[in-house]
């Protein structure tokens, strides 16, 4: 867990519906190169505890494990432009089959990759984290670039992705998963669909991820 992304982090039992839930703060046992190997993170205000093991953040057991998938250097050439990875102040989610080209998206982009939910078979150290969770994903609404989702994505999931991407962000889904609310398809074919977020009025964002900075940040 990069520790410049825990400024984004928001606790999950309180997002749903909400408009101001709480931060999440940090507590680490073990850290490397500005990432926090092992530890925890909790919420101050209901209490709750989510442990980070092997760099892996734990905030609910999937309901089912995303098989092992072999990366692709076309597919994820195609991914990294469809969701406009190219600014290093922003992070962007790879849900389920997705992060197995994690390594050659973080070669081509500058934009940061959390992994959600990511097969087996993916190396850690291409991801500013990993995330593993059921329904809901512990992100600030609009603190995210873009987000590619997979057909094992809950609805639940798919809600939460979207709330936490940016206004006029890209949101990229296979074609048998529906197109949620909110997003307005920009290009689709017989295999995936692109998506913009509609905008929403809202402040400058206020936290630089890459180098830990606060300012305000414009949407573009």
């Not at 939460?160 to 689709?188: E, K, Y």
Request: with cysteine; glycine share 8%; charged share 25%.
């Amino acid at each position: 867990m990069f520790v410049e992304l825990i400024e984004s982090l928001r606790c999950p039992r309180h997002l749903e519906g909400a408009t101001d839930s709480p931060h999440l703060v940090a507590s680490a046992t073990r850290s490397a190169a500005r990432h926090i190997v092992d530890g925890v993170l909790g919420c101050p205000v209901c209490g709750a505890e989510f442990p980070i093991v092997n760099g892996v953040a734990h905030f609910d057991r999937p309901a089912r494990p995303t098989p092992e998938q072999q990366p692709g250097e076309e597919e994820a050439m195609r991914l990294a432009a469809f969701l406009e990875l190219t600014d290093a102040r922003w992070y962007a989610l790879l849900h389920g089959r997705w992060g197995a080209h994690a390594d050659l998206i973080h070669r081509l982009a500058e934009t940061r990759l959390v992994l959600v939910n990511p097969p087996p078979n993916v190396p850690g150290d291409v991801a500013a984290a990993i995330v593993e969770t059921r329904d809901v994903l512990p992100f600030a609404p609009l603190s995210a670039r873009g987000a590619a989702l997979d057909e094992g994505a809950s609805p639940e999931l798919v809600r939460s992705a979207v709330r936490a991407v940016r206004s006029r962000g890209r949101v990229v889904g296979p074609a048998s998963l529906p197109i949620p609310d909110g997003v307005t398809v920009v290009a689709r074919d017989d295999h995936l669909w692109v998506g913009e977020k509609i905008a929403v009025n809202t402040p400058p964002r206020l936290v630089e991820i890459a180098s830990g900075r606060k300012r305000s940040l414009p949407e573009d």
